[in-house]
Protein backbone atom coordinates (compact mmCIF):
# COMPACT_ATOMS: atom_id res chain seq x y z
CA UNK A 1 0.00 0.00 0.00
CA UNK A 2 1.47 3.34 -0.92
CA UNK A 3 1.64 5.92 2.05
CA UNK A 4 2.75 9.28 1.08
CA UNK A 5 3.38 11.71 4.29
CA UNK A 6 4.38 15.18 4.31
CA UNK A 7 5.39 17.10 7.46
CA UNK A 8 7.57 20.47 8.11
CA UNK A 9 4.78 22.56 7.71
CA UNK A 10 3.70 25.63 9.97
CA UNK A 11 3.31 29.06 10.83
CA UNK A 12 6.64 31.42 9.94
CA UNK A 13 7.56 35.27 9.82
CA UNK A 14 8.48 36.64 6.24
CA UNK A 15 11.78 36.11 5.60
CA UNK A 16 11.84 32.83 7.46
CA UNK A 17 12.73 29.12 6.46
CA UNK A 18 10.92 25.59 6.87
CA UNK A 19 12.04 22.41 5.83
CA UNK A 20 9.23 20.19 4.57
CA UNK A 21 9.96 16.19 4.44
CA UNK A 22 7.86 14.05 2.48
CA UNK A 23 8.29 10.09 4.06
CA UNK A 24 6.90 7.93 1.28
CA UNK A 25 6.58 3.53 1.37
CA UNK A 26 4.76 0.80 -0.84
CA UNK A 27 6.15 1.60 -4.09
CA UNK A 28 10.27 1.25 -4.89
CA UNK A 29 10.54 4.86 -4.22
CA UNK A 30 14.45 5.39 -5.65
CA UNK A 31 13.12 4.51 -8.89
CA UNK A 32 10.37 7.40 -9.31
CA UNK A 33 11.00 11.15 -10.13
CA UNK A 34 9.34 13.14 -7.12
CA UNK A 35 7.39 16.35 -6.91
CA UNK A 36 6.22 19.15 -4.63
CA UNK A 37 2.92 21.25 -5.41
CA UNK A 38 1.02 23.67 -3.54
CA UNK A 39 -2.25 25.33 -3.55
CA UNK A 40 -3.04 28.66 -2.17
CA UNK A 41 -6.94 29.12 -1.53
CA UNK A 42 -8.88 30.30 -4.11
CA UNK A 43 -5.86 29.06 -6.21
CA UNK A 44 -4.97 26.25 -8.52
CA UNK A 45 -2.22 23.40 -7.40
CA UNK A 46 0.68 24.42 -9.04
CA UNK A 47 3.97 22.73 -9.72
CA UNK A 48 6.93 23.98 -6.95
CA UNK A 49 9.90 21.70 -7.41
CA UNK A 50 10.73 18.27 -9.12
CA UNK A 51 13.43 16.42 -8.70
CA UNK A 52 14.89 12.74 -11.21
CA UNK A 53 14.78 9.65 -9.40
CA UNK A 54 18.65 9.54 -8.72
CA UNK A 55 18.45 13.54 -7.50
CA UNK A 56 20.72 14.41 -9.48
CA UNK A 57 18.66 17.07 -12.01
CA UNK A 58 16.06 19.67 -10.12
CA UNK A 59 13.56 22.11 -11.36
CA UNK A 60 11.84 24.86 -9.80
CA UNK A 61 8.86 27.44 -10.14
CA UNK A 62 10.24 30.79 -11.20
CA UNK A 63 8.41 31.92 -8.37
CA UNK A 64 10.46 30.23 -6.17
CA UNK A 65 13.84 29.57 -8.10
CA UNK A 66 17.12 30.65 -5.63
CA UNK A 67 15.07 30.57 -2.82
CA UNK A 68 13.82 26.78 -2.13
CA UNK A 69 15.51 23.34 -2.69
CA UNK A 70 14.41 20.45 -3.36
CA UNK A 71 16.28 17.25 -2.42
CA UNK A 72 16.11 13.25 -1.78
CA UNK A 73 16.95 10.62 0.97
CA UNK A 74 16.74 7.50 -0.87
CA UNK A 75 17.98 5.28 1.68
CA UNK A 76 15.77 6.96 3.85
CA UNK A 77 12.42 7.13 1.35
CA UNK A 78 12.05 11.11 2.08
CA UNK A 79 12.16 13.98 -0.65
CA UNK A 80 12.73 17.27 1.28
CA UNK A 81 11.51 21.01 0.45
CA UNK A 82 13.97 23.47 1.54
CA UNK A 83 12.02 26.75 2.03
CA UNK A 84 14.36 29.77 2.52
CA UNK A 85 13.20 33.86 2.43
CA UNK A 86 9.54 32.91 2.41
CA UNK A 87 6.91 35.27 1.14
CA UNK A 88 3.32 35.68 1.99
CA UNK A 89 2.59 34.38 -1.39
CA UNK A 90 4.49 31.12 -0.30
CA UNK A 91 1.68 30.51 2.01
CA UNK A 92 -0.20 27.59 1.23
CA UNK A 93 -0.53 23.87 1.52
CA UNK A 94 1.91 21.73 0.24
CA UNK A 95 1.55 18.28 -1.02
CA UNK A 96 4.16 15.81 -2.17
CA UNK A 97 3.14 13.05 -5.33
CA UNK A 98 4.88 10.49 -7.21
CA UNK A 99 6.10 11.34 -10.37
CA UNK A 100 4.04 9.63 -13.06
CA UNK A 101 1.51 7.91 -10.87
CA UNK A 102 -1.52 9.60 -9.24
CA UNK A 103 -0.39 9.01 -5.82
CA UNK A 104 -0.72 12.78 -3.51
CA UNK A 105 0.37 12.88 0.31
CA UNK A 106 -2.64 14.55 2.38
CA UNK A 107 -0.58 17.82 2.29
CA UNK A 108 1.19 20.49 5.09
CA UNK A 109 -0.12 23.65 5.81
CA UNK A 110 2.49 26.49 5.49
CA UNK A 111 1.77 30.02 6.84
CA UNK A 112 3.38 32.93 6.24
CA UNK A 113 2.38 35.49 8.35
CA UNK A 114 3.65 38.49 10.82
Known amino acids: QVQIVESGGGLVQPGGSLRLSCAVS????????MRWYRQAPGKERELVAK????????NYADSVKGRFTISRDNAEHTVYLQMNSLKPEDMAVYYC???????WGQGTQVTVSS
Open 97 to 103: KVGGRPW
Open 26 to 33: GFTFSTFA
Open 51 to 58: ITSDGHST
